[in-house]
């Protein structure tokens, strides 16, 4: 799946976790504003800085599930605020005109289908050498 394919199918999880609360955003917003939530500085999907950020909150279990080819496991929005800094939910939320408590909860849905279908096969976890590769990238981040 390219990084596109992968918006999408996130922006729709995202916009059917809002549904159930009524929230009714459009799908293109949804999609604009969690390509912006999950980019790096060039404007590419930074998988990789994710997971070093859920490393970091030790979450790496839960990262674990996604990048493997099995079950997903949950994250619940409070650890999905331990990912992303305070501001960048809050202009994720604003970007959709929603409260910082409805964008943790759709992102609780869309945060492991972006890691799993990032990592399908096996592929973006091969990329940074395995689980060891992410270690050692949040490891960089405290010399």
Not at 28 to 53: K, P, V
Not at 100 to 108: E, V
Not at 124 to 133: K, R
């Amino acid at each position: 799946m390219n990084q596109s394919e992968i918006i999408n199918l996130a922006g729709q999880l995202f916009q059917g976790k809002l549904d159930k609360d009524g929230d009714g955003i459009d799908l293109a917003d949804i999609q604009a504003a969690l390509g912006q939530l999950m980019s790096n500085n060039e404007g590419t999907m930074d998988i990789s800085s994710l997971l070093s950020n859920m490393n970091m909150g030790s979450l790496m279990g839960i990262a674990s599930s996604w990048l493997g080819d099995g079950n997903n496991e949950t994250i619940s929005s409070n650890q999905v605020s331990e990912v992303f800094d305070e501001e960048k939910i809050s202009d994720f939320a604003s970007q959709l005109g929603i409260s910082n408590d409805s964008a943790l909860n759709g992102l609780t849905e869309a945060l492991p289908e972006i890691v799993d279908k990032s990592s399908s096969g096996g592929s973006l976890l091969d990329s940074i050498g395995g689980l060891d590769g992410i270690i050692s990238m949040a490891g960089k981040l405290f010399r």
